[in-house]
């Protein structure tokens, strides 16, 4: 299984972006698919996650501005980030997590900049 990410870029605060991810290979059902970032010196932190079942849960720091898709028929997953801070500046990376057999799998991380 391979993931892969895009959609970074440099984008003024109170713009938007939007990231995808693209899923190569086979992931059982059930599954998580997420998106963590890691900011300059700051620990990796969960953004949202999705489930199989469309479940979904956002961190509170992007909840109302970020929204978190997934087409298992194209095997991709989209975040759409709309009035973008500068705080949201980090390195993204989608990550995957396969309930039935408990592989994990990331992406290679974009980079999101948000200038003031």
């Known amino acids: 299984v391979q993931l892969q990410a895009s959609g970074g870029g440099l984008v003024q605060a109170g713009g938007s972006l939007k990231l995808s991810c693209a899923v190569s290979g086979n992931i059982n059902v059930p599954n998580v698919m997420a998106w963590y970032r890691q900011a300059p010196g700051k620990q990796r932190e969960l953004v949202v996650r999705?489930?199989?079942?469309?479940?979904?849960t956002y961190g509170d720091s992007v909840e109302g501005r970020f929204t978190i898709s997934r087409d298992t028929t194209k095997r991709t997953m989209d975040l759409q980030m709309n009035s973008l801070k500068p705080e949201d500046t980090a390195v993204y990376y989608c990550?995957?997590?396969?309930?039935?057999?408990?592989?994990?799998?990331w992406g290679q991380g974009t980079l999101v900049t948000v200038s003031s």
């Open positions: 999705i489930l199989s079942d469309g479940r979904t």
């Open positions: 990550a995957a997590h396969d309930l039935k057999n408990q592989n994990r799998y």
